[in-house]
């Protein structure tokens, strides 16, 4: 087997994983080829906060949740906005996916020992009408164990499938080339890196010591996007988001490069939607970097003001939490790349959590009684705190002329005005007391508290923001974080990629981010969070049956 097999699969991330479990259970020999060496294994999905979209689950209906398949369906094309030939399949693989969320993915992912943290989470909670965007229940479930916890049962089943000889990893093998004749695939070559034991996530040597050729009638590419390749994103920034940011900091390492994405297309792979993206506002420098131009992700409560860079609250409904393209769309058509949420102690501490596996040591490692301080803890969890205290994009202080200077001081500008900054937060501090507003956002916080899950753990009770009892105050400067590529190679149910002659390239499959998700963009223009694990989860799935059934 050392240099042929039934199925190569390009790429050991968390949709490649899955591809080459299915493939070895289903009795065929496959090959995990990765640039990165074996300290790597599960990719991005093993530095996720492991949310996973599922319908009417048995989470959501213990927290008297009211979810349907039609509900999210609904909820999924009224985000996507698929309005264009190229959305055909993207569109199937939509309305199979969330199929699928609504039927076995709980189930199949349970027999494998994956559990589920109990209270469901409210992302993306939209704020248009019915059939706009946005999740209109809760329906992020978290992951018992974060990122690595979704990882270990596939990293555990291929384990397993190496110890049986069924599958093989290369690690340190970097594809440069789809091997081709007469338009089918008949396997990749490429270079052999340099062994290098770095640090998970940490930039790893390019060296080239090797040359290599593996030979299988089937490859799936499932290499990942470009969200660790600045130049690719700015390239690829649709006019619809305004210009590309000047200054933006990365969500994912630096080899998620969008390297094979150029190879793949380059043999006759047909790439769509390649100007939808994902990417965040509520970016914060890591204090404690791991990668080049680490950013860490602010999960908002429902409370924190927002104000653009020239002191201007944002409209609604581009509350925290409620529409992420709709809040970048908003920031870069104001001229700058930046924001700034202005908040109190009493909501930085039941509100704020940080995207990541290893800025949740409660959840990643597992801990009951760590877990229970997120809502008994007089302060903020530890790492939260930790960014307030080192983190460049936080300030604290007493008052709110000082505050507004500081953020002056960090912006290298003027453009904040105390008197505007005030009366923006007296008039929406009158309003918190009564039960009926006019406040879209103080509505929204009313919402939010009559779900149980939010009001425990999530929401903090409604205050005045210059209430001295609550502070101090927090100004937190908010960047463009890069995180997720839309589109992809279009596919078919199978993961089978076509060619730009709109033909099935024999041989040849693509699943996770490479395939956006599913068909070439299965989120459409907007994501309902929950969906990026997942969709590599079912398109991986897809590829590695579909292929394992093509070899016979």
Partial sequence: MADNADVIVVGGGLAGLVAATEIADAGKRVIVVDQEGDQSLGGQAFWSFGGLFLVDSPEQRRLRIKDSYDLALQDWMGTAGFDRDDDHWPKRWAEAYVAFAAGEKRGWLRAMGHRIFPVVGWAERGGYDAMGHGNSVPRFHVTWGTGPGLVEPFERRAREAEKSGRLMFKFRHRVDTLVMTNGAIEGVGGSILEPDSVERGKSSSRKVVGDFTLRAPAVIVASGGIGGNHDLVRQNWPKRLGEP??????????????????????????????????????????????????????LPGPSSMWFDASGKRLPAPLFPGSDTLGQLQYIMGTGYDYSWFILTQSIIKKEFALSGSEQNPDLTGKSWRMTIKRATNKGAP???????????????????????????????????????????????????????????????????????????????????????????????????????????????????????????????????????????????????????????????????????????
């Fill in 382 to 552: 530890a790492p939260v705190e930790a960014f307030k205290q080192n983190g460049a994009d936080f300030i604290v202080r007493d008052n709110l002329a000082d505050l507004v200077s500081a953020m002056n001081a960090l912006a290298g500008n003027d453009l904040l005005k105390h008197d505007h900054i005030k009366a923006q937060i007296e008039a929406r501090d009158r309003e918190i007391t009564n039960p009926y507003v006019k406040d879209a956002q103080v509505m929204n916080l009313h919402n939010a508290r009559r779900y149980i899950g939010d009001r425990l753990i999530r929401t903090a009770k409604p205050h005045r923001i210059l209430d001295p009892e609550h502070g101090p105050l927090i100004a937190v400067k908010l960047n463009i974080l890069t995180r997720k590529t839309l589109g992809g190679f279009e596919t078919d149910l199978d993961s089978r990629v076509f060619g730009n002659d709109g033909q099935i390239i024999r041989g040849l499959y693509a699943a996770g981010e490479a395939a956006g998700f599913g068909g070439g963009g299965v989120h459409g223009y907007r994501s309902l969070e929950g969906t990026f694990l997942g969709g590599c989860l079912f398109s991986g799935r897809n590829a590695g049956r579909a292929a394992a059934k093509a070899a016979g």
């Fill in 245 to 298: 940011p000047k200054f933006m900091i990365s969500g994912v390492p630096e080899h998620v490069d969008g390297r094979m994405i150029g190879i793949t297309e380059a043999a006759g792979a047909r790439l769509i939607n390649r100007d939808r993206m994902w990417h965040y506002v509520e970016g914060i420098r890591n204090w404690n970097p791991i990668w080049p131009r680490h950013g860490i992700r602010i």
